[in-house]
């Protein structure tokens, strides 16, 4: 497809389980980024890659947290050991460069039992 | 530091009546701002994008928004609400010099009565 996916759509998983969320940007968008967003709040940054460049972290909110990419192609975000205050959408965008903007896919909705 | 802030969390208008979601920013630097809509789980969608030429941008599905640097603003109108426009809003700014990185408002959900 044309545009940004992301899988699996939802997840549930038990408190202290670790959990990966996967990302396929738009060929061609060499920027990445993953988003958090709690319900009824606005997106919160995480992490973004550029090409090769060492990714900005500065939006990981604890070591539970890692992501990585291979190259411009698929990301995945982990979380360990996950919390109840986990659960949340977590949306990927992908972004050609110079003054485009970003593209999103649908998300994953997390859910901590 | 840049930022932006939605006044009003919840707008609700009738259908045909005029859109009007606000959008205030903060920016040492000419800012870059973008409005996007989210439909229920669903992404985020690109309505219109301000990138420092014309102050007054027409995005898609007949909304606007208008750059205004002496009010710090950037609000996003539509003439005429739809019963389709029922969705979350969001206003974002683009942080300078981090790779296109995006900082969020906090939404604004519009809701439409017939």
Redesign the interface.
Known sequence: GAGVSQSPSNKVTEKGKDVELRCDPISGHTALYWYRQRLGQGLEFLIYFQGNSAPDKSGLPSDRFSAERTGESVSTLTIQRTQQEDSAVYLCASRQGGNQPQHFGDGTRLSIL | AQSVTQLGSHVSVSEGALVLLRCNYSSSVPP?L?W?VQYP??????LL?Y?SAATLVKGINGFEAEFKKSETSFHLTKPSAHMSDAAEY?C?VRVYN??????????TELSVKP
């Open positions: 870059y973008f996007y789980n669903q992404g985020l969608q690109l994008k990138t969001f974002a981090q790779g296109g990185k995006l900082i969020f408002g906090q939404g």
